[in-house]
């Protein structure tokens, strides 16, 4: 079984930065696809971001050249670069982890992902 913990999370005014991590632990054979999702108030989940083990990454439009993805396999750590913050960037914030067998950019579908944290909460106000 896979279990992942975020952190990072907190409060920042519009412009600011925060950096997110997930450390996840066991069954890595189960997964080579890590993500963040993010969900606010009244709305659905939505794929931010996703990183294959081999380097390939997808971002949402709306995130494009502000968050950046990266990891650190040495500590089993994904982490979530998030710069130029706006008010809608407000969200709880999910790390995820699945197994990914296709050849293109790793998916932002909720279904294509098995673990999941319990979430930390970005708030960003003006």
């Known amino acids: 079984q896979v279990q992942l913990v975020e952190s990072g999370g907190g409060s920042v005014q519009v412009g600011g930065s925060l950096r997110l991590s997930c450390a996840a632990s066991g069954h890595t054979y189960t997964r080579n696809n890590m993500a963040w999702f993010r969900q606010a108030p009244g709305k659905e989940r939505e794929g931010v971001t996703a990183l294959t083990d081999d380097g390939r990454t997808r971002y949402t439009d709306s995130v494009k050249g502000r968050f950046t993805i990266s990891k650190d396999n040495a500590k089993d750590t994904l982490y979530l670069e998030m710069t130029s913050l706006k008010i809608e960037d407000t969200a709880m914030y999910y790390c995820?982890?699945?197994?990914?067998?296709?050849?293109?950019?790793?998916?932002?579908?909720?279904?294509?992902?098995?673990?999941w944290g319990q979430g930390t909460q970005v708030t960003v106000s003006s």
């Open positions: 995820a982890a699945g197994w990914y067998g296709g050849v293109g950019l790793p998916p932002l579908t909720e279904r294509s992902y098995t673990a």
